[in-house]
């Protein structure tokens, strides 16, 4: 039994109510989808790392001016975070094609693209998250043209800053998923970056060899899911390799 309400339960995370009006505690579940959540796993200890992960992403995104619903990570499976009312969009930005891009347009995997693309689909597991053009958007009504805007300038800022923060650490972002949500403020409301960044929802190759450091590893069977996840976490300086010991989770369980 759960000492507190939960709000929401969604593939790989849930959330229950907060300590404080206006906010949420967002819980990262060691539970894995794909394709539709036809494909189903529990990878030990993945929730720990996207949670680390994540935490880290918003904070370093909040310093360079990026609005975010986080506020503090409480223990290892969960932060605090600020309520807001998602935008039902998942937000892609690519710089390398790869996934859906590769299948969708036929252009190989791994091919650079002229320049990075921002792409939305709908929010919408029962339809497959399907590929939106902007005249849906603003013909439905999901987001105002305004709001688009933001959204836009924001992830081609999300995505300048994460291109280099993971290039200085040895790994080629190829493309990721974000969402947005629409904090209230005292005179309507302003869009934040919300949900998570974490290698389930990114493409992160090794710029070296090109091993693939993601949640693709799940996906295609590959392996060493939660090791690569590890890997992306120490590389970024979150947790400490262990002496002696190849990477494992024993190095991140032991930490609050
Ligand atoms: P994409 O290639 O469109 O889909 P798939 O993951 O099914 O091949 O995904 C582009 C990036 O966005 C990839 O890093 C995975 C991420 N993504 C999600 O995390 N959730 C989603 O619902 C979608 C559509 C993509």
Redesign the pocket.
Known sequence: MSRRKQIYEGKAKILYEGPEPGTLIQYFKDDATAFNAQKKATLDGKGVLNNRISEYMMLRLGEIGIPTHFIKRVNMREQLIKKVEIIPL?V?C?NVA????SKRLGIEEGEKLPRSIVEF?LKRDDLG?PLLAEEHIHAFGWATQDELDEIIGMTLRINDFMLGLFAGIGIRL????IEFGRLATPDGHQVVLADEISP????LWDSETDKKL??DRF?RDLGDVTEAYNEVAMRLGIIKPNPGTPPNLSVVTGDK
């Not at 790869?98 to 891009?101: E, K």
């Not at 190829?174 to 998923?177: A, G, H, P, T, V």
């Open positions: 998942e892609i690519r790869a996934g859906t891009m689909c998250d190829i493309d990721f998923k389930d929802s990114c493409r993601d949640k996906r």
